[in-house]
Nanobody, 118 residues
Framework: VQLQASGRGLVQAGGSLRLSCAAS????????MAWYRQAPGKQRDLVAT???????NYAGSVKGRFTISRDNTKNTVYLQMNTLKPEDTAVYYC?????????????WGQGTLVTVSS
């Protein structure tokens, strides 16, 4: 599976941005899609997850500001980011975790840069 992220940009603090991640094959089924981010000099952190049934979970730092969603008909997951802060500046990666007979298998997008200016 290939994941293609888009939506990179420079935005002022308080602004909004939407990221998209399109998969090369169907994302329908028993899996979890997620967004991670990695700020310069820091580890990659989980931002939000969404299951195949639509259940979501968020990191505390983005809860109430970010919304993850998925469109299985378009094989795409989205991350709507509102009220952006400079500390949201990072490279954002989409992830697909499939549950297979032997455990899990992870697929990663190429990363898209989000820069929030103060």
């Amino acid at each position: 599976v290939q994941l293609q992220a888009s939506g990179r940009g420079l935005v002022q603090a308080g602004g909004s941005l939407r990221l998209s991640c399109a998969a090369s094959e169907s994302i329908f089924g028993f899996n979890v899609m997620a967004w991670y981010r990695q700020a310069p000099g820091k580890q990659r952190d989980l931002v939000a997850t969404i299951t195949g049934s639509g259940s979501t979970n968020y990191a505390g730092s983005v809860k109430g500001r970010f919304t993850i969603s998925r469109d299985n008909t378009k094989n795409t997951v989205y991350l709507q980011m509102n009220t952006l802060k400079p500390e949201d500046t990072a490279v954002y990666y989409c992830n697909l975790r499939k549950f297979v007979a032997t455990g899990t298998r992870d697929y990663w997008g190429q990363g898209t840069l989000v820069t929030v200016s103060s």
